[in-house]
Each structure stands twice: as structure tokens, then as C-alpha cells.
């Protein structure tokens, strides 16, 4: 049971990694079509942003931490370890990232959204540090 448990969430990180990457870069190219005025491409941008989110992103992340969740259950002794505590302080930070997306996501639905795509780039990198920091701990396991 166990192996399949880590299977599945694996498959969930994947897809909800896969989705916290591609959100900010069409928030990016959103941005940039804001800025040229193309409403054509604004308006196609606001529905991707939305189906994604809604469609992709939140169920995997959902799944992520059901299946994550699950996974602690059937090995407690991992909640005593402090490679796990850095593990899950990254997790916590990475939902708040998620509705840090949806806050983008509504004011871009609204055209309040003042960002620029510079800042949308930069905002991208940051699930990147996590991915490999949270990489890092589940296979090295350090402290």
C-alpha cells in the first residue's frame, strides 16, 4: 500500500509543479499583452489562467497533500525528523504561493492587475528553489 501511496503523491507533485510553473509565465504574457493593449489575447489568457487554476492546479495540489497526508500516516516516525519539519515548512509556503496565484488570478479577471511581466518572471522562479530544496530532503534526508 505504501508504494503506491508514494507513487500517486509523486504523480501529484508532478502535475501541481507542472501547474505552479505555467500559471506565473501567462501571467507574464498576460501582462505583456495588457501592456500592448491585444484585449483579444488578454481574454484568451483569463480563461487558460482560470482552467488551469481551477482544472489542474488546486486538484493536484489537493492530492499533493491528501496523498502526503496519507503517506504520514503509515510512516509517523518521518514527523520526528527535521528533514521532514524543513519539508513541510516548504509545503506551507508552496499552498500559500498557490493563493498568492489566485489573488494574481482574480485581479488579472477583473483587469486590476498592475504587475509587471518583469515581476511575474522573477515571481516564477520561486517554486523552482522549492522543488529542488524539497528534492533534496526527500532523498538525502540530511538531519
Known amino acids: 500500500m505504501y508504494l503506491w501511496i508514494k507513487a500517486l503523491h509523486i504523480v501529484a507533485v508532478v502535475t501541481w509543479f507542472a501547474a505552479l510553473f505555467y500559471l506565473p509565465r501567462l501571467y507574464v504574457y498576460h501582462a505583456m499583452a495588457r501592456d500592448k493593449g491585444e484585449q483579444q489575447a488578454i481574454d484568451y489568457f483569463k480563461v487558460m489562467e482560470r482552467k488551469l487554476y481551477r482544472g489542474i492546479m488546486t486538484p493536484s495540489m489537493i492530492a499533493v497533500l491528501v496523498f502526503g497526508i496519507w503517506l504520514l500516516y503509515l510512516m509517523p516516525h518521518w ?11 516548504l509545503v506551507v ?11 494574481y488570478l482574480k485581479q488579472f479577471a477583473d483587469d486590476r492587475c498592475r504587475r509587471s511581466h518583469v515581476f511575474f518572471r522573477w515571481f516564477n522562479e520561486m517554486p523552482v528553489i522549492a522543488l529542488l530544496a524539497i528534492v533534496i530532503l526527500a532523498v538525502l534526508k540530511p538531519f
Open 79 to 89: 514527523l520526528g525528523m527535521g528533514w521532514m519539519h524543513v519539508k513541510l515548512l
Open 93 to 103: 509556503l508552496l499552498v500559500a504561493y498557490h493563493h498568492v496565484c489566485l489573488v
